[in-house]
């Protein structure tokens, strides 16, 4: 059964103090693995797809990488703006495109 | 691009009613859509997948009957709660996999809906 753990839960950072959010994950046959935003209240934002071991992409502040059993999601001298909850979700080679999503690691970066 | 809405965001209703909810694609037209519930402080559990023109297939507990979902264009799938109970209040949320993209899925903001 595909499974998606994130850790750590929660993480209260100092603005500017980098770190990594994890997301360890047991999949039949990776087609891909997607990290998002959601802040309070709405609808989750996309940030990043990977989709091979080795995969490395970058957008400001964040930069996820993947190997093959997990992904590290980096942030780089964060800003109180990039408190939020961030979901990682991956998708099996099966034959439909859903997403099976870790429960999470809410951010919160104090300036 | 890539944007997708909802509506309504918000709605409160009375126990033993109707509620339809809209998904939009805005700017693409999507083959699939997927809809999700979210509890408070927990993570996004798919109830059911949405192809336009067939019929949806929901995951194992998600009752058909009383989540109906329809599809009818490549950019407007919904979802209705049948009777709707206390229990079923939540954050329902869409997402969307654009017939042109690769595999990412773009959400919608999410309705919460209150069952009084």
């Known amino acids: 059964e595909d499974q998606v753990t994130q850790s750590p839960e929660a993480l209260r950072l100092q603005e500017g103090e980098s770190s990594s959010l994890n997301c360890s994950y047991t999949?039949?046959?990776?087609?891909?693995l997607f990290w998002y935003r959601q802040d309070p209240g709405k609808g989750p934002e996309f940030l990043f797809t990977?989709?091979?071991a080795g995969e490395e992409k970058e957008k400001e502040r964040l930069k996820a990488t993947l190997t093959k059993k997990e992904s590290f999601l980096h942030i780089t001298a964060p800003k109180p703006e990039d408190s939020a909850t961030y979901l990682c979700a991956v998708q099996d080679g099966g034959a439909t495109n859903k997403l099976i999503f870790g429960t999470g690691t809410l951010l919160a970066v104090q300036p | 691009g890539a944007v997708v809405s909802q509506h309504p965001s918000r709605v409160i209703c009375k126990s033993g009613t109707s509620v339809k909810i809209e998904c939009r694609s805005l700017?693409?037209?999507?083959?699939?859509m997927f809809w999700y519930r979210q509890f408070p402080k927990q993570s996004l559990m798919l109830m059911a997948t949405?192809?336009?023109?067939?019929?949806?297939?929901?995951e194992q507990g998600v009752e058909k009957d009383k989540f109906l979902i329809n599809h009818a264009s490549l950019t407007l799938s919904t979802l209705t709660v049948t009777s709707a109970h206390p229990e079923d209040s939540s954050f329902y949320i869409c997402s969307a996999n654009p017939l042109a993209g690769e595999y990412e899925q773009f959400f919608g903001p999410g309705t919460r809906l209150t069952v009084l």
């Open positions: 949405s192809n336009e023109g067939s019929k949806a297939t929901y």
């Open positions: 999949v039949s046959g990776l087609r891909g």
């Open positions: 990977l989709y091979s």
């Open positions: 700017d693409f037209q999507a083959t699939t």
